[in-house]
């Protein structure tokens, strides 16, 4: 069956370094996405791993074990416009994105 | 480009009422999907469309009908709506729907049936 479990929520202190994390159990694994949801808004796209390892992308890195069905979203240099939700998808098969629930990270001052 | 626009933002229906909510994308992306998202839930899948002419059903897709007579557009009909509808609602497009392609998602119509 699908299933995916991130924590519900997280806080954080500006400046400091926070690492969101995610597991999952799909069939036919295919990659997964982590998107960025500020309050009221629409997500945006933040990364794609699809091999095993850490992909950075300046502040934001993320990291995926397939065998474990694993994957971590790492923040660092926290800021204030970094309180949002995240939220971990994989995908299955070629068309089918599964999602969490999403992590709403609270950055304290 | 303006990327993907949804209208309206805000509505309230009565139970039993219908109405269409628009969407539309200037991207030329073939791949549009509509998604609704309820508090303590992930997004869940209502209908997609891989191309003009060609729509499926996603997860969650009693009650809603879409159509897609062009790349451009990609509006989603509730037929009679029921407290259980009241959701905010996303339209999302990419440019294909297969793996690794980011979705664009647009800003969202908050709907409450009463």
């Known amino acids: 069956g699908q299933n995916i479990d991130q924590p519900t929520e997280m806080t954080a202190t500006e400046g400091a370094i926070v690492q969101i994390n995610c597991t999952y159990q799909t069939s036919g694994f295919n990659g997964l996405f982590w998107y960025q949801q500020h309050a009221g808004e629409a997500p945006t796209f933040l990364s794609y791993?699809?091999l095993d390892g850490l992909e950075e992308k300046g502040r934001f890195s993320s990291f995926l074990s397939r065998s474990k069905g694993y994957s971590y979203l790492l923040l660092k240099e926290l800021q204030m416009k970094d309180s949002a939700s995240y939220l971990c998808?994989?995908?299955?098969?070629?068309?089918?994105?599964?999602w969490g629930a999403g992590t709403k990270l609270i950055i304290k001052p | 480009n303006a990327g993907v626009t949804q209208t309206p933002k805000f509505q309230v229906l009565k139970t039993g009422q219908s109405m269409t909510l628009q969407c539309a994308q200037d991207m030329n992306h073939e791949y549009m999907s509509w998604y609704r998202q309820d508090p303590g839930m992930g997004l869940r899948l209502i209908h997609y469309s891989v191309g003009a002419g060609i729509t499926d059903q996603g997860e969650v897709p009693n009650g809603y009908n879409v159509s897609r007579s062009t790349t451009e557009d990609f509006p989603l009909r509730l037929l009679s709506a029921a407290p259980s509808q009241t959701s905010v609602y996303f339209c999302?497009?990419?440019?294909?729907?297969?793996?690794?392609?980011?979705?664009?998602f647009g800003p969202g119509t908050r709907l409450t049936v009463t």
């Open positions: 791993n699809v």
């Open positions: 998808a994989p995908l299955e098969g070629n068309y089918q994105l599964i």
């Open positions: 999302a497009s990419s440019y294909s729907p297969d793996r690794a392609n980011e979705q664009y």
